[in-house]
């Protein structure tokens, strides 16, 4: 739906009160001459929210909400990213991804609230948030939407121009890099990041320790049920403390930094660096403790459903069916994934060491090498000749070609 430069009347925003979000209130005042509502939902930022709330004030604002989502987020979006293993293009773990769902939907609840006239958000045309945003709040609302930097073409040399014309206060760390924070990651984009040759500096980093690492390995105990974890080191916490718990142990041995070249749905290659401690650990170890309780062949259509379940999410297609589909089958495999995975850390590295599960498909009777084993060695070489007998047929014809 196009959007009028001359439009007027109320219009709701999704506010981080970052650059972006800042310059794009003045922008709906100035250029489209609109009163703003501004909504800050809190997925575990780690923002001051009356600090925030305050800016939107001081930016002319005709009224802030403080939303905090912060279970909302774990129990319907981390959780069930957990269950499906998700990593697009198996590195990201979607943490900015999985947030934009949930901050448009509380934006839309507002926008109802307010009886505004149109919807806003401060994603730029070049980026994934777009779709995330638009396609959430198109299939809840027939509202316009507009959205300033991609609108008018803006680029970040503008926006700093813009605000500091404006007054609008940016904090240092946002002149360097461009940041999207929740309680599942940290993405860090822009500036010399944008040579994909170029190390990240240390200074980009805050979860995630990369200097004087300890010199001894860490442990991490995770306990899951029903594919949730539910316990770590012996200590069983809410959803929110668990990942925060994970977060600071396995960010101080180093672990959870990810920098790659990643595919756009836009058709753009971007160098993208995350800071993932948790999602990292989590995702490994929930998706080893499957491998023991599922069979061969669940485990290999899972991987399927994984991929396909993670690329909906990262394009921007929560609401589509097909993502709640996948949810319902993988709901249904998670019956079994009930156990304790070990992970060992040092010095940036992670891997799991040790996993137990009342449903294991392991016997160490059958597998053992040493004496009492319960498998019949001599069953196997019919089995061997028959797996084989195709493959092998085909040989000797190719070579009498």
């Not at 960010?251 to 756009?264: K, L």
Request: aromatic letters at 8%; a positive charge; charged letters at 30%.
């Amino acid at each position: 739906m196009s959007v009028s430069y001359f439009m007027t009347g109320k219009a709701v925003l999704a506010f981080s009160g970052g650059l972006d979000t800042s310059v794009v209130v003045k922008y709906l005042q100035e250029k489209y001459d609109m009163d703003v509502v501004t909504v800050t939902v809190d997925v575990g930022q780690g923002d001051n929210q009356k600090q925030i709330a305050t800016k939107a004030k001081k930016l002319g604002v005709k009224k802030h909400y403080n939303i905090d989502a912060k279970k909302e987020f774990v129990d319907n979006f981390i959780f069930p990213s957990i269950k499906a293993n998700s990593l697009y293009q198996k590195k990201y773990c979607l943490a900015t991804a999985l947030s934009r769902p949930l901050i448009a939907k509380k934006v839309l609840d507002i926008a109802k609230r307010e009886k505004v006239t149109a919807l806003a958000h401060g994603c730029s045309g070049k980026g994934n948030d777009q779709i995330r945003f638009d396609i959430t709040l198109r299939s809840g609302s027939n509202l316009p939407i507009i959205a300033p930097i991609r609108d008018l073409n803006l680029d970040r040399k503008t926006e700093l121009k813009f605000a500091k014309k404006h007054g609008i206060e940016i904090d240092a760390i946002a002149k360097k890099f461009s940041i999207d924070q929740n309680l599942w990651g940290r993405a860090i984009e822009g500036g010399v990041l944008e040579d994909p040759f170029k190390e990240p500096p240390s200074n980009a980093f805050i979860w995630t320790k990369t200097k004087n690492l300890p010199a001894n390995p860490s442990y991490l105990e995770i306990v899951f049920e029903k594919g949730i974890p539910v316990a770590v080191d012996r200590k069983r916490l809410n959803p929110i403390s668990l990942i925060e718990y994970i977060n600071k142990k396995a960010g101080a041995s180093g672990v959870g930094i990810v920098d790659h070249i990643e595919d756009r749905v836009i058709g753009i290659k971007s160098r993208e660096v995350y800071e993932t401690p948790a999602a990292a650990c989590l995702i490994e170890a929930h998706a080893d403790l499957e491998k023991m309780v599922h069979t061969k062949h669940e485990n290999k259509f899972k991987s399927y459903i994984d991929d396909e379940w993670s690329w909906l999410v990262y394009s921007g297609l929560w609401e589509d069916p097909l993502r709640a589909d996948i949810d319902s089958f993988i709901d249904q495999a998670q019956k079994c994934v009930t156990g304790t995975v070990k992970l060992k850390m040092y010095k940036g590295s992670m891997r799991v060491v040790g996993r137990k599960s009342k449903y294991s498909l392991y016997s160490k009777k059958v597998s053992t090498y040493g004496k009492g084993s319960s498998f019949d060695q001599k069953l196997a070489k019919g089995f061997v000749e028959l797996w084989g007998m195709q493959s092998t047929e085909a040989n000797k014809l190719q070579r009498k070609r």
